[in-house]
């Protein structure tokens, strides 16, 4: 039977990941780790640990005694935090995912999920279509290390057989959790203002274009790869994944059909930069040849749904 583990499961993707796991395998085969001493309410309807993904000998001690089968390596700092704090990035990033990485090929593991990001993208990755393989010299912290990452799950699959899965995530839109410190997060704040009336201060510009997914369609795809059957996973690095892009002006139009007196301004900051290296739309062709990979969701039809559930209470906690 599947034990599984998420480390870093109190994060934006996490918390959905846990709770759609537990519908799907009980309650009781899904641990939420996370470096909170107490476990959210939300993430209360299952067992939840406090464990840091730098402790390598607690991590190896607990998946060990544990027999989990299937980790779920959420733990990272994002694009814009990352940027602020680069050493401690590239330790979060890397040193957690070498931990996972030698589990598995000590046979203590037997699958393990482990996101990567269009961060990996650079300024010199065509910006249109971007395809699978591609250049890639990312200029973040956050997308060195999940470049680097990538093509070390590559080398573990190719080198001592780890089942290893992963997908480059586009920006990521869910009213579920708040906002991690990402660049794309402006596509979740602007609902909070949009929903309490207020004028959203865009950090990009408004034409700037950015790969985007509804959550639900990345929990499921998330889910989708883990379960495909080992022969059809072809890619061991990470799988270019994608639902919908925009720019910040498409987005609030939309907005303004549901709220017509929404009102945006664009005040671009450091974190413009690091959006023009990343792609403006990407091409997934391997992911649906390979797993059947499909979004759901369109833009008109998530922004009806965030602006219906986004919970400003949220803010206050």
């Avoid at 939300?42 to 190896?60: F, M, Q, T």
Wanted: proline share 5%; glycine share 6%.
């Amino acid at each position: 039977m599947k034990k599984i583990l998420v480390l870093g499961s109190c994060g934006q993707i996490g918390t959905e990941l846990v709770l759609t796991l537990r519908e799907k395998f009980g309650n009781q085969q899904v641990v939420a780790a996370d470096l909170r001493d107490v476990c959210p309410d939300n993430l209360a309807n299952g067992p939840y640990i406090k464990l840091d993904a730098l402790d390598r000998e607690s991590v190896r001690t607990y998946i060990i005694g544990e027999q989990i089968t299937e980790v779920y390596l959420l733990a990272a700092l994002l694009s814009a935090t990352a940027e602020k704090n680069p050493d401690f990035a590239w330790r979060l990033n890397m040193e957690g995912l070498f931990t996972i990485l030698d589990l598995a090929k000590e046979g203590h593991i037997q699958k393990i999920f482990w996101p990567s990001s269009i961060a990996v993208f650079g300024p010199t990755t065509p910006r249109v279509n971007t395809p699978q393989y591609t250049v890639m010299e990312p200029s973040t912290v956050y997308g060195i290390s999940k470049q680097a990452g990538e093509r070390w799950c590559e080398y573990y699959f190719n080198k001592f057989g780890v089942d290893v899965r992963s997908i480059r995530y586009p920006g990521l839109i869910s009213y579920k959790s708040l906002p991690g410190g990402g660049t794309t997060d402006y596509a979740v704040d602007i609902f909070y203002k949009a929903k309490a009336g207020e004028q959203f201060n865009c950090f990009l510009k408004e034409d700037s274009a950015l790969p985007m997914m509804f959550m639900d369609d990345a929990i499921r795809a998330t889910i989708e790869l883990m379960e495909a059957p080992k022969e059809q996973v072809k890619i061991r690095s990470s799988y270019n994944l994608s639902a919908i892009s925009f720019t910040p002006k498409q987005l609030a139009e939309a907005i303004k059909v549901e709220i017509p007196s929404f009102d945006i301004v664009y005040n671009p900051d450091f974190r413009q930069a690091i959006a023009d290296s990343w792609p403006a739309s990407i091409d997934d062709s391997e992911a649906r040849a390979n797993w059947n990979w499909k979004e759901r969701y369109d833009l008109n039809k998530m922004v009806k749904i965030m602006l219906e559930n986004v919970d400003l209470s949220l803010l206050k906690n």
